[in-house]
């Protein structure tokens, strides 16, 4: 992170096409927007990001792409489902492609999608420890929802949307302060 110009990765980890975790994550894509235009959206769903198969390989354009945005921004914010009691195989598979060598000192914000109000903590322990791994200062303010909170492909609770918010402000400010 230098010059006080940081990269934001918004990434929605839900492999699937009409996914609430896309809803979620594109609020916070669209708030952060407002604040800095070094901001990539990554949607699992859109991007045909090969199954990682060794360092050794060539894999597609998208997977590529995906890698170098993960790699050049200073903040990442990682949206997943719950599924089967851990994030998404999409996500897991990103990361796959990371070397941690290269992610020593990024910023994380964690938000979590479930069908229900059950497996939060689990999956936030998870994936908190995946940011550990990467060397990765996570922001303790996970936010956590359940597709109850969307109707329409809108978030419906003005409640969730503040704390969305809080937690891309939060993040932002914490990634500042360590640059």
């Excluded at 994550?25 to 708030?31: E, N, S, T, V």
């Excluded at 109850?148 to 302060?177: G, P, V």
């Amino acid at each position: 992170m230098s010059d006080n110009i940081l990269n934001i990765a918004i990434v929605s980890g839900s492999p699937r096409s009409t996914s609430n975790t896309r809803i979620m994550m594109k609020f916070i894509y669209d708030h952060i927007k407002k604040k800095s235009q070094n901001t990539k959206f990554l949607d699992l769903s859109k991007v045909n990001i090969e199954t990682y198969r060794g360092n050794d390989r060539s894999y597609n354009e998208d997977t590529r792409l995906a890698i170098e945005i993960m790699i050049k921004s200073d903040i990442w914010f990682i949206g997943s489902p719950i599924y089967n009691s851990f994030f998404s195989s999409a996500l897991k598979n990103l990361f796959e492609f990371i070397d941690y060598k290269n992610t020593n000192g990024k910023v994380a914000g964690l938000a979590i999608m479930a069908a229900g109000k059950i497996g939060f903590i689990n999956v936030h322990t998870l994936l908190v420890q995946l940011m550990t791994y990467f060397k990765v200062i996570t922001n303790p303010k996970a936010v956590y929802m359940s597709s109850e909170m969307i109707k329409e492909d809108q978030i419906i609770f003005n409640e969730y949307k503040n704390r969305l918010k809080d937690l891309a402000d939060t993040t932002l400010t914490l990634a500042k302060k360590i640059q």
